[in-house]
């Protein structure tokens, strides 16, 4: 008979065996309203499963992370119940749980509408309140695959048909009308869910993600254990919303995409002003660091990307063009390999290491076009690379350098609330164990000496070596994944790379790969919408602008636009014949951190009428002295 021990070590034996609700009545009478699923031997239960043997077992709550799982996966399917409800004929076909809520995907003649969204929304309630019971079936593939067709639901059967056989195939109902094919777990009935949630939107999906296949819709829903914490959420959405880098950018003026190039960007003056300060910024950081700036070609031929291993494990991702000639070449879509053909050029020695290499190289991957979002997810893109060449015992030092480096560009660009993820070796892997050893070591201990939160990702490292990645955390709570640092024990032998070491022997050196941003687009984006376009003075595409009141006074601001500009302000003049008030609310929807006022009455006084990004206040400052202040306000923090 089972003995149960529970998380805290206490151990309930019993006679027979027994199920989730009967172990949880043992435990506390409090829990049973609480109780939502249960961790069994690590493996995630119904509360419904019997126990037979003996057992490792955890209630799972609201407050567990697995808890607020389930309770959004039961809000999908009861959405998808009351949408068959509400439109007969409608196919279900996939409702997996998503960060922050759940989706399903229909296949329907007629779009759902901002109506159709909260019909559905009241039905659920409905369906809720009426609280369905949850029962689970093991269900024989051939009749599941009968009774799918049977009752018009092709891809459901079309999902059974490519599930290996032998695997159990578990249906879910819900209340006696309802039914899906589902691993589960799931909630015991429809109004654990509780009423915090929301459908958000409408959007298409292809079916299995091929655009060859018939196009679905798609509803969105956020889920949430408590009103508070949807409520908090939304408001974290209509800020969202308020900050989209794509709505800025046209409001600033940097940028546009078109279908004609999609996922490349068409920088627009004050964008490319933006992208050229930021690579500055990082250019001067790096030499400071002791990085050597390079550059190599974004065409390379095929057989070097088969050396690397990129072909093979990278090639469905790569733009490729063919030479009369019938050589196959390759636009680049990272720029390792390039970089360890810099480092092979000439002899090196141990003396030479490490040898920091950057480039900020262009780089192209295919991304299927529905994947693409504005500046976050793009085809083109500018890598902030760079690869140190380092030996076995310089791992950990180098680990640490670029580590601060990272935390101290992040905090120069106003993010201070960076969490470290640390992924070590995978199962499928290259290198022998002591190297990983060594490099897995090296990683932790330049983590570890950061005292930043970091949490380890159990076997998720890249098969040539460990990583850490830098994870940001923005002004309204967003998590943004930049920075990563990996260890590589493959690529530079696959691609002879080696240094004379001290015993006068060829080693192969250790490669660090690093990037700061991940990709400057990206980061752009991020920026943007963490600054809800307000960007730091000396990051703005445009610092100042100058406006005269009256056309009489328009000689007095050329002059001062002509100075800012040849101290290196980013400097605008507006000679439009509009009113002044007209001007400074254009100017202020374009984030401008000043706006300068000129009138007779600062002619006269050689002066200038200022009025910061933000602010209803206005101060008169000496002309010279407002100069001066902007020049000190755009120097780069390297300090």
């Known amino acids: 008979m089972p003995q149960v021990q529970l998380l805290d070590g206490k151990k309930i034996s019993f006679n027979k065996s027994i199920n989730g609700f009967e172990l949880i009545k043992k435990i506390s009478k409090s829990l049973e309203k609480l109780a939502l699923i249960m961790e069994v031997n690590g493996e995630l239960k119904d509360l419904s499963h019997e126990i037979i043997n003996d057992s490792k077992v955890r209630i799972i709550t609201p407050k567990d992370k697995e808890g607020l799982e389930v309770i959004r996966h039961d809000a999908a399917h009861i959405m998808a119940m009351a949408v068959q409800e509400l439109f007969p004929g409608t196919q279900v076909t996939i409702g997996p749980v998503i960060d922050n809520g759940f ?141 989209d880098h794509r709505k800025l950018g046209k409001e600033m003026d940097l940028f546009h995409f078109r279908e004609e190039s999609p996922g490349s960007v068409f920088w627009h003056e004050k964008g490319w002003l933006l992208f050229q300060r930021l690579i500055e ?82 780089v192209h991957r295919y991304e299927p076009s529905g994947a693409l979002h504005g500046l976050l997810r793009v085809r083109a893109f500018t890598q902030d690379d760079a690869h140190i060449f380092c030996s076995e015992d310089q791992i950990t030092n180098e680990s640490l350098s670029v580590t601060n480096l990272i935390l101290e560009i992040y905090k120069d660009l106003g993010f201070k609330d960076v969490i470290l993820k640390y992924s070590d070796r995978p199962t499928n892997r290259v290198g022998d ?73 060829k080693k192969v050196p250790v490669m660090l790969h690093r990037a700061l941003f991940g990709s400057l687009e990206r980061f752009i984006g991020i920026l943007i919408e963490n600054y809800a376009g307000k960007l730091p ?83 008169i400052v000496k002309r010279d002295k407002f100069i001066k202040n902007m020049l000190d306000l755009n120097k780069l923090p390297l300090n």
Request: charged letters at 35%; hydrophobic letters at 30%; proline letters at 3%.
């Open 103 to 243: 989706y399903y995907d229909f296949a329907r003649k007629e779009p759902f509408t901002e109506e159709d969204l909260k019909k559905i929304e009241k039905k659920m309630l409905e369906i809720i309140d009426r609280d369905v019971k949850t029962k689970r079936e093991v269900w024989e593939r051939k009749k599941a695959i009968a009774h799918f067709k049977k009752i018009g639901e092709k891809y459901k059967a079309e999902i059974i048909e490519s599930i290996p056989e032998g695997e159990e195939l578990s249906v879910y109902h819900h209340g006696d009308t309802w039914h899906d094919l589902c691993r589960g777990p799931h909630l015991a009935s429809s109004s654990k869910i509780g009423k915090a949630f929301k459908l958000t939107k409408v959007s298409g999906a292809y079916w299995r993600g091929d655009s060859k296949n018939e196009m679905l819709q798609r509803i969105y829903g956020t889920c949430w254990s408590s009103k508070k914490d949807l409520d908090q959420y939304l408001n974290r959405l209509e800020e969202a919303e308020k900050r």
């Open 433 to 505: 164990d002591n190297i990983w050893d060594k490099s897995e070591e090296a990683l932790l201990t330049a983590i570890k000496k950061t005292k930043l939160k970091y949490t380890i990702n159990k076997g998720e490292g890249a098969f040539y070596g460990p990583k850490i990645e830098f994870v940001l955390r923005d002004a309204i709570g967003r998590d943004w994944q930049c920075g990563t640092l990996q260890v590589d024990l493959n690529l530079p032998e696959r691609l002879g790379a080696s240094y004379v070491s001290r015993d006068g022997t």
């Open 281 to 362: 910024y990082m250019r001067m950081k790096q030499r400071l660091a002791g990085y050597k700036e390079i550059n190599t070609p974004e065409l390379l031929d095929k057989t070097l990307w088969e050396k690397s291993g990129h072909w093979e494990k990278f090639g469905e991702h790569m733009f490729t063009s063919e030479t009369p000639d019938e050589k196959t070449f390759a636009v680049k879509p990272m720029n390792c390999p390039g970089c360890v053909q810099i480092f092979n050029q000439g002899l090196k020695s141990y003396r030479d290491l490490p040898l920091k290499l950057s480039e900020f190289g262009k």
């Open 537 to 619: 003075f000396w990051l703005s595409p445009a610092q100042v602008v100058v406006c005269p009141i009256a056309e009489e006074n328009n000689n007095y601001v050329k002059k001062l636009f002509e100075d800012l500009f040849k101290e290196g302000i980013k400097c605008e003049m507006d000679l439009r014949n509009e009113k002044i008030n007209y001007k400074v609310r254009d100017h202020s929807l374009s984030k401008i951190p000043y706006i300068v006022v000129c009138g007779k009455k600062e002619v006269n006084e050689n002066t200038v009428t200022v009025r910061k990004l933000g602010s209803d206040k206005q101060e």
